[in-house]
């Protein structure tokens, strides 16, 4: 998935999620510590060239994922502060 393709995603949500209640729900959210314990561990096989395929393409899932969160998060935030007047 490219960086265009994720842009217009996040264009959609952002139509559709940015009530301020919203906003506040989409900054809370976080990988769970066993997800984030699962990337480590993939991104430690990456680097010491122990990656299977499989492993790679899950580890390309998380990336992407994270991506399209923290853009979420970023135009969760504009938001927020566009509420607040500043």
């Given at each position: 998935?490219?960086?265009?393709?994720?842009?217009?995603?996040?264009?959609?949500?952002?139509?559709?999620?940015?009530?301020?209640?919203?906003?506040?729900?989409?900054?809370?959210?976080?990988?769970?510590?066993?997800?984030?314990?699962?990337?480590?561990e993939?991104?430690?096989?990456?680097?010491?060239?122990?990656?299977?395929?499989?492993?790679?393409?899950e580890?390309?899932?998380?990336?992407?994922?994270?991506?399209?969160?923290?853009?979420?998060?970023?135009?969760?935030?504009?938001?927020?502060?566009?509420?607040?007047g500043?």
């Open positions: 998935m490219n960086a265009v393709v994720v842009q217009h995603e996040s264009s959609v949500f952002e139509r559709l999620l940015m009530s301020p209640d919203a906003a506040q729900a989409i900054l809370s959210l976080r990988f769970p510590a066993d997800l984030e314990d699962r990337m480590r993939l991104m430690e096989k990456n680097n010491q060239g122990k990656i299977t395929p499989d492993e790679q393409a580890m390309e899932a998380y990336r992407r994922t994270g991506s399209f969160l923290a853009i979420l998060q970023a135009k969760a935030r504009i938001r927020l502060k566009q509420d607040n500043q």
